[in-house]
């Protein structure tokens, strides 16, 4: 075992076998309407930085709390049970995805969903486990 504990989460792909075509297709139009659905690369690379934001457990966590409504940091670290610390750690991420959005009033802040469409995104993946 690694020293992080990581090593039963990772695949060994060698052992995975998938079947491969035996020769290539010479027409061409079926590559070249499927390269038509691909985004930009720019929009891929946005798209993986939102879904790598949704993949660590304690951050789908807050989203999943922030999705129902406003909530203040001090009170994410009491539901959760973690440190304030290592609640800003996980909040400062989905910041900077531009999930979640955050608002002062007086002493206190309060964060929230930034999109509607994480909320949704949220239902469908509890759906389909």
Not at 77 to 90: R, Y
Not at 97 to 122: A, C, P, Q, V
Request: overall charge positive; charged content about 30%; aromatic content about 8%.
């Amino acid at each position: 075992m690694s020293t992080h504990g990581k090593k039963d989460k990772f695949i060994n792909l060698e052992k995975t076998e998938v079947e491969m075509c035996q020769e290539h297709d010479n027409d061409n139009t079926h590559i070249e309407k499927a390269m038509g659905y691909l985004p930009i690369d720019e929009e891929i690379l946005g798209t993986s930085n939102y879904f790598a934001a949704l993949s660590e457990p304690n951050r789908l966590k807050i989203l999943y709390i922030l999705k129902n409504g406003e909530y203040c940091p001090c009170e994410l670290s009491e539901i959760l049970g973690c440190t304030k610390s290592a609640l800003s750690h996980q909040l400062r991420i989905l910041k900077d995805k531009n999930l979640i959005k955050n608002r002062k009033d007086g002493k206190f802040i309060y964060y929230s969903i930034k999109d509607s469409k994480i909320s949704k995104i949220l239902e469908y993946i509890k759906i389909k486990n």
